[in-house]
Every structure is written in structure tokens, then in C-alpha cells.
């Protein structure tokens, strides 16, 4: 009896530890934050998160970070972002931290940072959009999450993705591509700091 007891409890062990595998792979939707507690010095409003040599369709997406009243450019802001590359995946292993494909930049005296990178992939297998995560702090405001940059056109985007971006204005998260003179993909985004931190480990 006591055997069966103990069998009992492992499968019951068993089970709930695969609910949390399961509802851990779920979070990889949300904000897994990588580390950031920190950036690489000497940073410039524009970075490089993939070179010439990652697969992919050239990506550039420029942006602006704004104050809490929306209006006033914000110099000084560390941005840091990052994607999945050409295939949905992070890393080369298949985990999410630290992802392969990510960089910083810091806002410039009128705010605008810009990434020259690829268009990212969807997650194989699943229904969410292609995205790219983005963290912002410094210049006296918290380390705080942003919405993530979604792409016009992308088959997983909902209707209610688009309105909730046709009432955010010039802050909306889904944002229109186009090609531009270097062959490569342009899309502009802009953010605004907040003075309390969203961002959770």
C-alpha cells in the first residue's frame, strides 16, 4: 500500500511539474527579461543586432522615446531590444535567455535611437505575431518594458491588435513596413517612459 502511495505522489509530482514546464513555456509569450542589468559603455543612438552574415530579411526599425506627456524627446535613454531570428527561435539551443539576437543603443539629444537588424520569425508552431521586446531605462527613469514592435501584414496580427494601435496614435505597437533605397525594411516606432518601473525578472 505504501508502495502505491509513493507511486501516487510521483505521478501527482509529475503532473505538476509538467503544468509548470507548461505554463512556464506560456511566459515565453509574454517578457522573459534577459539580463540586463547592465550595457555595454560607449553606446550610440544606433546598433547593429544582426550583421551581414545573419540569415534573414534586412530590418531597420527607427524610433523616438518621448516623456510621459508624449511630446518631449527624451536624450539619454538606454534602449535595448531583442528578437527571435529568421527561424522563430532565440537561441541556437531552443531556450530563450540570453537571446542570440539583441542590442542597446541610447537615445540621441532629440531621442532617436535606430537597430539595423533581420525581420523576425514567428514562434513555430504557434499563433502569436513576429515581435521584437523592448527594455528602456536611464536619464533619471526606471528600467521599464514597452509594448512590443509588431508588423503590419503579419498573418497573426488580430483586429484587435489593430484597433488597440489605431487609438494608441503615434505610440501604436503595429507598425507598417516599407522598403526602402538599401533593399532593406524600414519601420519607425515611438515610446514613451513612464516614472514608475513595469519590470519584473
Known amino acids: 500500500m505504501a508502495h502505491k502511495v509513493g507511486r501516487l505522489h510521483w505521478v501527482v509530482s509529475l503532473a505538476a511539474a509538467a503544468v509548470l514546464v507548461f505554463a512556464y513555456a506560456r511566459a515565453g509569450d509574454a517578457q522573459q527579461a534577459p539580463e540586463v542589468t547592465s550595457a555595454p559603455a560607449n553606446l550610440t543612438w544606433h546598433a547593429d543586432i544582426a550583421g551581414p552574415e545573419e540569415p534573414g530579411e534586412r530590418l531597420v526599425i527607427s524610433g523616438h522615446v518621448f516623456a510621459p506627456d508624449g511630446e518631449t524627446p527624451v536624450p539619454g535613454i538606454i534602449v535595448y531590444a531583442y528578437h527571435t531570428d529568421a527561424t522563430g527561435h532565440y537561441t541556437k539551443n531552443g ?53 512590443e514592435l509588431r508588423f503590419e501584414g503579419d498573418p497573426f496580427v488580430t483586429s484587435r491588435m489593430l484597433a488597440e494601435a489605431a487609438a494608441a496614435g503615434k505610440f501604436a505597437a503595429v507598425r507598417p513596413l516599407e522598403r526602402g533605397a538599401d533593399g532593406a525594411l524600414h519601420t519607425r516606432v515611438n515610446f514613451r517612459v513612464e516614472r514608475t518601473s513595469n519590470f519584473k525578472d
Not at 508552431?125 to 513576429?130: D, K, L, M, T, V
Open 95 to 147: 531556450t530563450m535567455r540570453p537571446p542570440r539576437l539583441q542590442g542597446w543603443a541610447k537615445t540621441d539629444a532629440q531621442g532617436r535611437f535606430e537597430f539595423r537588424t533581420i525581420r523576425p520569425a514567428a514562434y513555430p508552431g504557434r499563433s502569436i505575431p513576429a515581435h521584437v521586446h523592448f527594455i528602456l531605462w536611464g536619464a533619471g527613469y526606471p528600467r521599464q518594458w514597452v509594448d
